[in-house]
């Protein structure tokens, strides 16, 4: 519902555009509060990471497995994506972005005209000067490493076809081929 109120408020203003960007690495940036542990087969070790660490030396379990500490979010740890939002909400809201009460999935600026959706690491950012959504940009960019589409074409898999230029302002949403991946990739239950 958020994501599609955004995208409503973008084609009833006249003089406002969208932009999507992805953070890349969302997850693995972020410092864990305590460390994790966890056991590896060294048979899903790349040679290279063997190599570098110096695997061959180590001990293993009593399963022939290495035991490792792990630092930093990564996919699969519940309270992973919890920290990544602490990470990120924080880093905004030092440069005045903060989550709207009543939709914690919509932020905006106190002072700046843009406002936008984040779902995990994807943002989809309403904006009217450019130069407000490149400031939300490079606020990001401290942190994460950002992929931006200028013409959101792109958003949670979701295809979008802009029209700013008609009477009437508005927005395609589509999913290509959609049906037909399903059907090939699950056909083979039938």
């Known amino acids: 519902v958020s994501v599609k109120t955004l995208m409503n408020a973008v084609v009833s203003d006249p003089n406002a555009k969208c932009m999507a960007a992805d953070a890349k690495n969302f997850y693995l940036m972020t410092e864990l509060d305590k460390y994790e542990y966890m056991s590896i ?9 063997f190599d570098k660490y110096k695997l061959a030396t180590m001990q293993k379990t009593s399963q022939g497995n290495y035991m490792v500490r792990v630092k930093r979010g990564m996919y699969g740890l519940p309270h992973a994506g919890r920290l990544a939002m602490l990470k990120v909400t924080a880093l905004l809201a030092d440069a005045g972005y903060h ?92």
């Open 99 to 190: 989550e709207c009460k009543s939709n914690k999935m919509v932020f905006k600026h106190d002072t700046r005209d843009v406002v936008f959706t984040l779902v995990v690491d994807d943002f989809l950012v309403k904006y009217v000067n450019r130069e407000d959504a490149e400031h939300l940009m490079s606020t990001l960019e401290k942190v994460y490493v950002m992929k931006t589409d200028w013409e959101a074409k792109k958003y949670l898999g979701i295809t979008l076809d802009w029209d700013y230029t008609s009477a009437v302002r508005s927005v395609r949403l589509s999913m290509p081929n959609y049906v037909a991946k399903g059907v090939s990739k699950f056909s083979q239950w039938l």
């Open 41 to 49: 087969d060294p048979a899903q070790i790349p040679q290279a990471t």
